[in-house]
């Protein structure tokens, strides 16, 4: 599925290497085109659920999304990225087997927002399983995890139901009051965090949610990171 906007079909387009979900992908999700001023493009890897790629970690995976990227570059795609930041542990599988940029995680922008903040201050990482991340998936895009704090939202009853288990509806108020709770308890946690990274692509419509909660800190999430991207390769 491609979006063009009117009057922008000269615009580069984004392609997006899809896991194989069934929840709601509402505005601001990077499954929603409606999210993005510029044409996106998706590509599902057929059997790739989130339990496989985020509790299982799962490396027979890999192919299959290469094989999806090449077939989003054959379509027109000039940059791609993935719609789960657990697959940083495959960064350099795909970047050194794909023939354009790929922008595989949100986790990859720890590092511009390790730049920006005080040197005795740290990043903090809402991410869907913290269990699951682990020190694998920050090395394979060059960060030490022991730079980072870390919550996750396991325990969280919506956001797990929904984005890990697969239900198939969204109560995007519950959702947003438990984005609220893991952001509070991150920073109370720890008072030195100056910046917070979304792990996951699904958090991204409740950015604003963690940016007020937090007391205003700056926000990444995989949307920032597309933006930022796509305009990588076009500018004004």
Known sequence: MTRHLENRYDQPCVGI??????????????????????????????????????????????????????????????????SCGFLALFHNELTQALSVPVFSSSLLQIHMAQSIIKREQKVGVITAHKTSLSPEHFAAVGIDHNDVEIIGMEGSEEFSSVFIKGKETLDMEKCGKEMQKA???????????????LECTNMPPYSQIVHTATGGLPVFDMVTMINYAHSTIRHK
């Open 17 to 82: 290497i899809m896991l194989d979900t069934c929840f709601p992908r509402i505005k601001g999700d990077i499954g929603n085109p409606e999210t993005f001023d510029f044409p996106v493009q998706f590509k599902v890897v057929k059997g790739a659920s989130p339990e496989r790629i985020v509790l299982q970690a799962d490396r027979s995976l890999i192919q299959p999304f290469i094989e999806a990227g090449r077939s989003l570059i054959l379509n027109g795609a000039k940059i791609l990225t993935t």
């Open 183 to 197: 952001a509070l308890k991150l920073i109370q946690q720890n008072p030195d965090i100056g910046a917070i990274v």
